[in-house]
């Protein structure tokens, strides 16, 4: 739903935020929560946690404007706090990308409400997710509805994935990781709590399944892109 210009008029009057130049959308769903019979008592919780935040609801969700001064780190840690306790209360929430000019406003107010929507097919559970960590998986949301994936993704990508299938390897998800730290032994080893001589036996393996150059870094990319757009598709499928 679009904001019309009189109702845009309306909600910056009554958010009242002093524009700082730095600026997040915040909207919280809280349909499914324990509050959702009193957006009002929400919206008093919401002032709590995020400094200077004027809520309003809109369209049966809590809308805020949040404007920081480019230099204050204070706002990430309130987010945490957010975050907290939209799992705790069940609340379904989602912080834009953020964004200097106020003319924007509407186009991430979309934006964070995109997020909970797709927030919601990935896990249904309470969050309070930030846009960036979801662009990724906006890009394959709008590829899925519109082409095939299978032919996006890059092809060794597609035998490894067949081969995980049919022998329950798991190798997709430790090359996904091994790229994604920066192809560190000692790092990857870490996050997927493995020995380092298993590690390095299923890089290996993995490198006999497929061909990809792993030294470049257009090929890296594209490897992690279809890796995150064949893990979004195959959560929408189950």
């Known amino acids: 739903k679009e904001f019309s210009p009189s109702e845009m008029e309306e909600i910056l009057k009554n958010l009242g935020v002093a524009i700082l130049g730095r600026n997040h959308v915040i909207v919280v769903d809280a349909g499914k929560s324990n509050y959702a019979s009193s957006l009002s008592l929400l919206r008093r919780q919401l002032e709590k946690i995020i400094i200077d935040c004027k809520p309003v609801i809109y369209d049966e969700k809590l809308f805020a404007l949040v ?3 480019p230099s ?3 706002f990430y840690s309130e987010l945490s ?20 000019k106020i003319s924007d406003l509407q186009k ?57 299938c049919k022998n329950s390897t798991g190798y ?42 792993l030294n470049d870094y257009h090929e890296r990319q594209y490897i992690i892109a279809s890796i995150r757009m064949l893990e979004y598709c195959n959560k929408l499928e189950k």
């Open 81 to 100: 706090r957010l975050s907290a306790f939209c799992r705790k209360n069940g609340f379904f929430g989602a912080v834009s990308n953020s964004f200097c």
């Open 72 to 74: 204050d780190k204070s």
């Open 108 to 164: 991430y107010y979309t934006q964070a409400l995109k997020t909970i929507d797709i927030g919601l097919k990935i896990e249904p559970s309470p969050f309070l997710l930030a846009y960036h960590d979801l662009a990724l998986s906006h890009i394959a949301d709008t590829f899925c509805q519109a082409v095939d994936i299978g032919s996006f993704c890059h092809p060794d990508i597609k035998f490894l994935y067949e081969y995980d």
């Open 172 to 213: 997709m998800k430790t090359l996904y990781t091994f790229l994604l730290y920066e192809r560190s032994i000692v790092a990857t080893s870490k996050a997927l709590h493995l020995h380092r001589n298993t590690l390095i036996y299923r890089l290996k393996k993995i490198k006999e399944i497929i061909h990809a150059d």
């Open 67 to 69: 404007s920081r001064k």
